[in-house]
T-cell receptor, first 112, second 110 residues
Framework: DGGITQSPKYLFRKEGQNVTLSCEQN?????MYWYRQDPGQGLRLIYY???????QKGDIAEGYSVSREKKESFPLTVTSAQKNPTAFYLC???????????FGPGTRLTVT | KNEVEQSPQNLTAQEGEFITINCSYS?????LHWLQQHPGGGIVSLFM???GKKKHGRLIATINIQEKHSSLHITASHPRDSAVYIC????????????FGTGTSLTVIP
């Protein structure tokens, strides 16, 4: 079955620690995205990647970093510089940058 | 300033009712997307459309490009339709900028 996997589903960290969220897809999609969802707000774009070894900042990239070493994988690191890291994080992919997006199940990160 | 506005924010319906969710946007778009988010958080893409109308089962999506407006209709609603429905548009110029509405929370009561 083709799809997007994110792990873990729930993640708890202490303030000041970096944490990496996993996103893997086996849809052979070129484009991948990371979004953040907060209560009462629409999804906001953190980073996106159109192709391997290339990625661009979205609207709220500060405090986050990504890598795209393989087509299938687009991990997101939430650094200690991110002031409000507690949120629901969604990864998505599409065939190309303008295409229909397929979403992963999400990771709920809680930082205390 | 919100590029995408949805209405209503919350909607409760009796099973079997016809439901309409509206979406208005203010930017030039290459496509409009309707997404469904279930309580667990996962998001499913329902429709991607740039003109006219699309139908899938009991779901119908329409778009009026001139009026910058789209509607999602659910016929013969069922409790399993209970979810948050999100409208999103992809920017016409760059294609890589997506704008999302805040969602419409639908509850269908048996």
């Amino acid at each position: 079955d083709g799809g997007i996997t994110q792990s873990p589903k729930y993640l708890f960290r202490k303030e000041g620690q970096n944490v990496t969220l996993s996103c893997e897809q086996n849809l052979n999609h070129d484009a991948m995205y990371w979004y953040r969802q907060d209560p009462g707000q629409g999804l906001r774009l953190i980073y996106y990647s159109q192709i391997v070894n290339d990625f661009q900042k979205g609207d709220i990239a500060e405090g986050y970093s990504v890598s795209r070493e393989k087509k299938e994988s687009f991990p997101l690191t939430v650094t200690s510089a991110q002031k409000n890291p507690t949120a629901f994080y969604l990864c998505a992919s599409s065939i190309a940058i303008r295409g229909e997006q397929y979403f992963g199940p999400g990771t709920r990160l809680t930082v205390t | 300033k919100n590029e995408v506005e949805q209405s209503p924010q919350n909607l409760t319906a009796q099973e079997g009712e016809f439901i309409t969710i509206n979406c208005s946007y203010s930017v030039g778009i290459s496509a409009l997307h309707w997404l469904q988010q279930h309580p667990g958080g996962g998001i499913v893409s329902l429709f991607m459309l740039s003109s006219g109308k699309k139908k899938h089962g009991r779901l119908i999506a329409t778009i009026n490009i001139q009026e910058k407006h789209s509607s999602l209709h659910i016929t013969a609603s069922h409790p399993r339709d209970s979810a948050v429905y999100i409208c999103a548009v992809s920017d016409r110029v760059t294609g890589n900028q997506f704008y999302f509405g805040t969602g419409t929370s639908l509850t269908v009561i048996p």
